[in-house]
């Protein structure tokens, strides 16, 4: 007959650590100043002098330890947690109207523009009505509609343009203001004037160095149209003809770039040009 096992299969078995330096000691001590696990007699020969406690009492502090830990956790740093959290949403709604709102603006411009395009389209549509009943007894009949390609770029300009202000870099320089929006970049000597969007998404600058004789320009005074990036990366000037010695401008006052890209300037040559534009 086989031998009953001391412990049947399924029972719960405590495994009671052994010390090895000493026989038959089981190991109940853990030493603080070694962090060591060890018995009552190492205590006493080894680890004389030294913090030590029991395991059973070790095991209650750090249970005591993080039970105070996870209790800060649920009374500050999950309430700490909850606020940013709510107000990264109230920051995420308010960015959300913020983008609606603007969106609803573009959408209303744009359904004025339909709205124009409409009335032009009956306009036209009246013009011909008209002229073809003034007409309608005459046997040759040559009323025609003069045709014409639709052009995409200047509708896009009749449409305007979104700008992205957060494309604009801010540096301790000469600055000025465009609208609603501060814009600085470092122009030197020269004297910013005016300023205008490109369809490329820059910046055109007029600039003029400040002088005596604004609209008597010495040798070494200049006057130029600077094309530059919103970052105010040069990356075109226009101050002379082909030349390379005339002039083209007097004082750029305005600048403007209509739908075919061109660059337009209001060139002052006197004062009192100044007041024929008012």
């Known amino acids: 007959m086989a031998e009953k096992e001391e412990y049947p299969l399924g029972t719960p078995q405590e495994h009671v650590l052994i010390c090895e330096k000493h026989d038959l000691m089981p190991i109940d001590v853990t030493c603080e100043d070694c962090e060591e696990f060890i018995c009552s ?8 002098g030294h913090d030590w406690i029991t395991i059973s009492t070790a095991a209650t502090l750090r249970t005591r330890g993080l039970l105070e830990s996870l ?14 959290i709510q107000k990264a949403s109230q920051l995420l ?6 983008c609606e709102n603007e969106i609803s603006r573009v959408h209303k411009y744009y359904e004025a523009i339909l709205g124009k395009l409409d009335r032009i389209k009956r306009k ?16 040759d009949f040559t009323l025609r509609h003069e045709g014409g390609d639709i052009n995409e770029t200047m509708l896009e300009s009749m449409m305007g343009q979104t700008f992205d202000a957060n494309q604009v870099t801010v540096t301790e320089a000469d ?3 465009w609208g609603s929006v501060s814009m600085v970049f470092s122009t030197g000597p020269l004297e910013p004037v005016g300023i205008c969007q490109t369809k490329d998404g820059g910046l055109l600058l007029t600039l003029v160095q400040p002088d005596s004789y604004r609209y008597q320009p010495n040798s070494n005074s200049r006057r130029l149209v600077r094309h530059v990036t919103v970052t105010g990366y040069i990356i075109r000037e226009y101050e002379y003809q082909e030349d390379g010695q005339t002039r083209l401008f007097t004082l750029p006052w305005r600048i403007t770039q209509n739908g075919n890209t061109d660059i337009c300037v209001i060139n002052m040559t006197s004062v009192l040009s100044l007041f024929r534009d008012f």
């Open 175 to 177: 600055s000025f203001q």
């Open 124 to 139: 036209h549509e009246k013009s011909l009505r008209d002229s073809l009943e003034n007409y309608i007894q005459k046997s």
């Open 93 to 98: 709604e308010k960015n959300k109207n913020r």
């Open 71 to 84: 209790k800060k956790i649920e009374e500050e740093d999950i309430q700490l947690m909850d606020k940013k």
């Open 41 to 48: 007699k190492c205590v006493k020969e080894n680890h004389k």
